[in-house]
């Protein structure tokens, strides 16, 4: 079934990765890395089902050759950082709904890119993957990489940073929000895009960005293992990283489960007096704080009709006097009439 799946990864300088690298295994090509002059060939790659680079449509009438020259793409990428702890790339890694035929699968990923494109005015450098055919491995797991460059694109090469990479504070200069709103907005924008692919396609299933709990699902998320932990044990060998992450999990999930039945047993038994006078007192504070605030002059006249009323409601008859029949009175003997008959 459809899962929601949104990572959001970075390559830079300072934990020496390499987007031209990271481009040439996405894409399945063989590119040479101009700045180390390394060449990283996955030419061999039999599971890539779509490549293709998207561009700001402002550049659609433009030469933009270079640009949609991969190698070169990302060679300028390279080439434009000279930081020793630049950013080079972002990538976007989303889980594809295996409900979706392929062609909607590709509309779906070309029309998010396109998205992202005309926001932040990059380069994204799209990979669609089919599941790999190995033992362990989930015949479901399509999915795409988005790698984006960390600069504006131009008719004459990269420009500069996207705001996406600015921090909060050139970002409040010019009026834009915290940073961490844009890995929301994006987290959101998936969910949605890839609902309204399913509902075009007429699928019941649907997908949430959205954490259990605010979803009102109370049970315990599984465990995450992380990638060297589980191609470990994908290729035979034992994993403890892995074993203790699971027990983990699942001394989580019986905690759950504890605290679950102790609330059901806690509500079935019946409540001793004290309970009763503490919860009575904790309604009557909520209600009192929920209660607009009065002015001295409105309270002293609210005091003054509550003492009308109970003292109207008190009064005796004078001796010798008789009490005239109220309307209540004449309603309730009129009822005992009928009943009589």
Known sequence: MAIYFLNIKTFGRSNGSSAVSAAAYRAGERIRDERSGKIYDHSDRQDVMHREIILPSQFAADDMGWAQDRANLWNAAEGAETRKNARVAREYLVALPPELPHEHRLNLVRGFSQELVERYRF?????????RNYPGSDPRNFHAHLLATTREVTTAGL???????????????VGLGPGINELLHVRQR???????????????????????????????????IPRAAFEMERQGYRSVVAERLREEHQ??????????????????EPKSIEETRRQS??????????QPALSPAELQRQSIENWLRWREAHAQPTRGDTAKPTHDDTAKRTRDDDLAL
């Open 123 to 131: 380069a994204v450098d799209v990979a669609i993957h089919a599941p």
């Open 159 to 173: 420009g500069a940073k996207t705001t996406l990479e600015w921090n909060d504070a050139n970002r409040r200069e």
């Open 281 to 290: 007192a904790e309604n009557w504070l909520r209600r009192r704080e929920a």
């Open 190 to 224: 998936w969910a949605e895009a890839a609902n309204e692919a399913l509902q075009e396609a007429h699928l019941g299933v649907r997908i949430d960005h959205r954490t259990l709990q605010a979803q009102g699902i109370d049970r315990e998320p599984g465990p995450h």
């Open 251 to 268: 001394a989580r999930v019986e905690s759950r489960l504890q605290r679950s039945a102790q609330q059901a047993s806690a509500a079935a």
